[in-house]
């Protein structure tokens, strides 16, 4: 099945948002990223243009950083900010099946046009009652954004650095996000050390020896995404350290922040 439903269609957007720094935007924007480009080596031919598109528009540039050590050849990374996010946008489209937009841990322009641009925002949040707070005003933002463009905005938040093990904390956390309104993600990204390993070495988990759960932790919160902005599934969850990527230096950084 092909992950674009058909040429014509317009590119999904996914952003990444909360007003908060260290919450899992970065994480989850790599790991979306990485598992759709595997679902598309996967797909033999059978997609659209094969390619994801993150465009990292936090000048800490971890995003960018991390996807220079994987140099994976269906991800692009294009450095942006507020001023070129639009034009970045625009030009990235017909070259990819999907752009996820990493985004500064606070509320500023780039927030608002990425919100507004995008298919979903996804919202990561600890469970915690600051990230409750935190939630509340991204949301915020995502609706000032929906109102400037005059259409609903898909939007959800993921608890994530989750305990593996189901605790009472968290269980009440839940509870304080769908109390504040707060749409949440069905699955969540748990703590997990692959997590943590992959910021150093650039191997997304379903690379990683003993990586196995928290890649089918990636894998199923990915079909949770994906059916939300309508894109096949695409392929099974991963089995073990099967593919190897292309050999080939492939990240093309389009531009670069002097
Ligand atoms: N699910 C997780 N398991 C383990 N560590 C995580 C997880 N999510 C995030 N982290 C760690 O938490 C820190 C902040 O995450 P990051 O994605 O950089 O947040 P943000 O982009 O929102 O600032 C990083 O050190 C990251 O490795
Ligand atoms: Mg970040």
């Known amino acids: 099945m092909s992950l674009a439903a ?3 269609r317009k590119c999904p957007i996914i952003a990444l948002a909360s007003t908060k720094g260290g919450v899992g935007k970065t994480t989850l924007a790599y790991v979306l990223a990485t598992e759709v480009s595997r679902r598309l ?3 033999d031919g059978n997609h ?3 390619r994801v598109t993150c465009i990292d528009a936090d000048p800490n540039r971890t995003l960018a950083q991390v ?3 994987t140099n994976d050849p269906r991800i692009v990374c294009v450095e942006s900010d507020s001023d070129r996010l639009l034009s970045d946008l625009r030009q990235a489209g017909p070259e990819s099946d999907l752009i996820v937009i990493d985004l500064e841990g606070t509320a500023n322009q780039a927030m608002l046009y990425a919100a507004g641009k995008s298919d979903l925002v996804l919202v990561p949040a ?3 009652r600051f990230d409750v707070v935190e939630a509340v005003k991204t949301v915020g933002v ?5 109102d400037l463009v005059g259409r609903e905005i898909a939007h959800r938040v993921v608890l994530s650095r989750t305990p593996v093990l ?3 904390v968290a269980d009440h956390s839940r509870t304080q996000f769908v109390r504040a309104d707060l749409p949440l993600l069905p699955v969540e990204l748990v703590q997990r050390a692959a997590f943590q390993s992959m910021t150093y070495t650039g191997t997304p988990p379903w690379r990683q020896d003993g990586g196995e759960q928290a890649a089918a932790n990636v894998a199923s ?3 949770a995404v994906l059916a939300i902005i309508g894109m096949a599934p695409g392929l099974p969850v991963p089995e073990g350290q099967g593919a190897e990527p292309a050999a080939q230096p492939a990240l093309r950084v389009v531009r670069t922040v002097a």
């Open 6 to 8: 058909s040429p014509e």
């Open 41 to 43: 080596a996967a797909s």
């Open 48 to 50: 659209g243009t094969g």
């Open 67 to 69: 996807l220079r050590l």
């Open 126 to 128: 600890q469970p915690s």
């Open 142 to 146: 995502v609706r000032k954004a929906a």
């Open 166 to 168: 189901r605790q009472r």
């Open 221 to 223: 919160l990915t079909d």
